[in-house]
T-cell receptor, first 113, second 112 residues
Framework: NAGVTQTPKFRVLKTGQSMTLLCAQD?????MYWYRQDPGMGLRLIHY???????AKGEVPDGYNVSRLKKQNFLLGLESAAPSQTSVYFC????????????FGPGTRLLVL | TQLLEQSPQFLSIQEGENLTVYCNSS?????LQWYRQEPGEGPVLLVT?????EVKKLKRLTFQFGDARKDSSLHITAAQPGDTGLYLC????????????FGKGTHLIIQP
């Protein structure tokens, strides 16, 4: 039981390049989330999904797209990376139990030059 | 937008001392969670408090949810170097789907 895994662990991009971050969970959770963590800003929700085939915007969705084609996977895409997207990205998943216990992956560090 | 203010932002104390971290909001949350994050890792849940006035203890850590469910505190007794880390409070609105609202965190350093 690996929990929540994220790929890649670290990536360097040039401005304008695109990439996809992959999140996978093996806990059969319905809900999945993408957050970014920046110094002094805490964790901010980018997009989330309440089930396979569904996605919704969070607090800071601009510049990102997501897809949830399979229940266990949640992909975060950057179509044209900008330096402002340099951050640490965390994926999380949860059951719906009314108390929102979320399980986080180890994070992906992204540097956009 | 619901906001959670954590204080202090940074705290460095000696081993054996007691400390309290606060998490305050003007909004009501259906539940509030405390996470601990180590460098290079994702946050890990410590506790969830749901009922106003609720107190939960986890060894030397005591968590309290305010009566009005707008604030919470984390008290550590006899801090140990192993308690060093980033402590995050996070509130849930109750709808489940909107994710958590996180505070900016408290960086805690316990010096031996």
């Amino acid at each position: 039981n690996a929990g929540v895994t994220q790929t890649p662990k670290f990536r360097v991009l040039k401005t304008g390049q695109s990439m996809t971050l992959l999140c996978a969970q093996d806990m059969n959770h319905e809900y999945m989330y993408w957050y970014r963590q920046d110094p002094g800003m805490g964790l901010r929700l980018i997009h989330y999904s309440v089930g396979e085939g569904t996605t919704a915007k969070g607090e800071v969705p601009d510049g990102y797209n997501v897809s949830r084609l399979k229940k266990q996977n949640f992909l975060l895409g950057l179509e044209s990376a900008a330096p402002s997207q340099t951050s640490v990205y965390f994926c999380a998943s949860s059951y719906w139990g009314g108390v929102e216990t979320q399980y986080f992956g180890p994070g992906t560090r992204l540097l956009v030059l | 937008t619901q906001l959670l203010e954590q204080s202090p932002q940074f705290l460095s104390i000696q081993e054996g001392e007691n400390l309290t971290v606060y998490c305050n909001s003007s909004s009501v949350f259906s539940s509030l969670q405390w996470y601990r994050q180590e460098p290079g890792e994702g946050p890990v849940l410590l506790v969830t408090v749901v009922t106003g006035g609720e107190v939960k203890k986890l060894k030397r850590l005591t968590f309290q949810f305010g009566d009005a469910r707008k604030d919470s505190s984390l008290h550590i007794t006899a801090a140990q170097p192993g308690d060093t880390g980033l402590y995050l409070c996070a509130g849930a609105g109750g709808g489940g789907a909107d994710g958590l609202t996180f505070g900016k965190g408290t960086h805690l350093i316990i010096q031996p």
